[in-house]
T-cell receptor, first 112, second 114 residues
Framework: TQLLEQSPQFLSIQEGENLTVYCNSSSVFSSLQWYRQEPGEGPVLLVTVVTGGEVKKLKRLTFQFGDARKDSSLHITAAQPGDTGLYLC????????????FGQGTILTVHP | GAVVSQHPSRVICKSGTSVKIECRSL??????MFWYRQFPKQSLMLMAT?????????EQGVEKDKFLINHASLTLSTLTVTSAHPEDSSFYICSARKGSYGYTFGSGTRLTVV
C-alpha cells in the first residue's frame, strides 16, 4: 500500500479553470511538502506545510494541511499553460536518514 | 542557496556496459544523498540512501550489486549502473538536504540502454 495516495493521477483542463489535487494518508505527519516537476528536470519545492489546518498561498496556488495532519490539498485558481507539469506531494520518513517519500503524482495539462 | 549538480544529463550506452552518474552538492556539504528512479509519467521511487564514508542503504527490491553507490566525499555521490540492460533505461535523479533549505534535487540523468 502507498504511504501517500494522490489524486487525480491525470488532469487535463482549459486555461482559466480551477483545479484541486489531493494527497491523503492514514498516517500522521509532522510536515508535508509539495513539489512541481517539469519534463527532464528534477522536482522543485513549492511549499512545506507544518501545522494542522495550515493554509499557505503562493500566487494562484493555495495549499492546505488537514487538521489531523494526515492529508493535504493543492488548489490552483485560473490555471495557466505555464502551470502544466507533474505535481507531487511528499513526506519525510520516520527514520534517521530523513528520506523523502512521494505520492504517485498528478500530471496536469493546461490547454490554451 | 542549496544547489545540486547532476552529470551527465543524458547518456546512451550499449547493453552490457556500465554507466556512472555523478551528483555534487555545489555550495554545501551533504553527508547524506538520495538516489531516485523515475519512469515516464510516474512518480519518483527512492532507490537508495547514500551515506558519506559508509555503505549505502538500499530500498527493498533494489539490487545493490547492479546499482553501485559511492559517497567518497561530502560533496560527491556516484551511482554506477553495472551491466546495463534496456530495462534499466529510466530517469535517475539525486537529491541532498541542506538544513532549513530542505531537499534539493539534481536535474536528472536520462539513461537509454540500447
Amino acid at each position: 500500500t502507498q504511504l501517500l495516495e494522490q489524486s487525480p493521477q491525470f488532469l487535463s483542463i482549459q486555461e482559466g479553470e480551477n483545479l484541486t489535487v489531493y494527497c491523503n494518508s492514514s498516517s500522521v505527519f509532522s510536515s508535508l511538502q509539495w513539489y512541481r516537476q517539469e519534463p527532464g528536470e528534477g522536482p522543485v519545492l513549492l511549499v512545506t506545510v507544518v501545522t494542522g489546518g495550515e493554509v499557505k498561498k503562493l500566487k494562484r496556488l493555495t495549499f492546505q494541511f488537514g487538521d489531523a495532519r494526515k492529508d493535504s490539498s493543492l488548489h490552483i485558481t485560473a490555471a495557466q499553460p505555464g502551470d502544466t507539469g507533474l505535481y507531487l506531494c511528499a513526506v519525510t520518513g520516520g527514520t534517521s536518514y530523513g528520506k523523502l517519500t512521494f505520492g504517485q503524482g498528478t500530471i496536469l495539462t493546461v490547454h490554451p | 542557496g542549496a544547489v545540486v549538480s547532476q552529470h551527465p544529463s543524458r547518456v546512451i550506452c550499449k547493453s552490457g556496459t556500465s554507466v556512472k552518474i555523478e551528483c555534487r552538492s555545489l555550495d554545501f556539504q551533504a553527508t547524506t544523498m538520495f538516489w531516485y528512479r523515475q519512469f515516464p509519467k510516474q512518480s519518483l521511487m527512492l532507490m537508495a540512501t547514500s551515506n558519506e564514508g559508509s555503505k549505502a542503504t538500499y530500498e527493498q527490491g533494489v539490487e545493490k550489486d547492479k546499482f553501485l553507490i559511492n559517497h567518497a566525499s561530502l560533496t560527491l555521490s556516484t551511482l554506477t549502473v553495472t551491466s546495463a540492460h534496456p530495462e534499466d533505461s529510466s530517469f535517475y535523479i539525486c537529491s541532498a538536504r541542506k538544513g532549513s533549505y530542505g531537499y534539493t534535487f539534481g536535474s536528472g540523468t536520462r539513461l537509454t540502454v540500447v
